[in-house]
């Protein structure tokens, strides 16, 4: 799987939108861009894929670059329970199986 | 609660015993992992299952590390003569076989191996 690189923290106020970054420079024509989140003492969670389009959910929406070398995972209104660790993870959509994780972004949100 | 479970939640063993843990998926979910996550690291694969087909393994998955999904249903991790270095979350998850395919964690067992 390609790799993704992604900042190691970021911080955020309570009901403010978050952008958190993602670059995968070598992303392939058949990579799809995923995205899941670990909350503190659970297993992660999916929240968010998509191809080339951008992407909206209950959750949060993906705005992936022309190019696709590039992407932003957007939470429109943080709230303390988004505290989690974000991984950017790129998936080969013909042979897709495994998840490759990366150490991810550990996301604050503070009142 | 439909969502994939494991057993048990904390494991606490001596080195050189032997442990087993439990993954239970969404029923209808014909796919299977399992990672391991160490502190402050992404999880790592280790293994998957199509059914009761294991497809990959990883070489994190050394000859003390076994895995099976009799009947294509729950899944078993065994650790034999566990090493302090095997202490770690162990997580299992699910999925159904598409080329998009998301995976549904369940919430781990903590391994700590004194």
Avoid at chain 1, 12 to 36: A, F, K, M, Q, R
Avoid at chain 2, 7 to 24: A, Y
Wanted: aromatic share 8%.
């Amino acid at each position: 799987d390609a790799k993704t690189t992604q900042p190691n923290s970021m911080e955020s106020n309570e009901e403010e939108p978050v952008h958190l970054p993602c670059n995968h420079s070598t992303i392939s024509g058949t990579d799809y861009i995923h995205w899941y989140r670990q909350l503190p003492s659970q297993g992660p969670e999916y929240v968010i894929h998509g191809l080339t389009s951008n992407v909206n959910n209950r959750m949060a929406s993906l705005a992936i670059a022309e190019d696709r070398k590039s992407s932003t995972l957007i939470l429109h209104r943080a709230t303390l329970r988004d505290a989690a660790v974000y991984y950017c993870i790129l998936r080969d959509g013909g042979t897709a199986s495994k998840l490759t994780f990366g150490t991810g972004t550990r996301l604050q949100v503070t009142l | 609660d439909t969502g994939v479970s494991q057993n048990p939640r904390h494991k606490i063993t001596k080195r050189g015993q032997n442990v087993t843990f439990r993954c239970d998926p969404i029923s209808e979910h014909n796919r299977l992992y399992w990672y391991r996550q160490t502190l402050g690291q992404g999880p790592e694969f280790l293994t998957y299952f199509q059914n009761e087909a294991q497809l990959e393994k990883s070489r994190l998955l050394s000859d003390r590390f076994s895995a099976e999904r009799p009947k294509g249903s729950f899944s078993t991790l065994e650790i034999q003569r566990t090493e302090q270095g095997d202490s770690a979350m162990y997580l299992c998850a699910s999925s159904l076989l598409r080329s998009e395919e998301t995976q549904y964690f369940g919430p781990g067992t903590r391994l700590l191996v004194l």
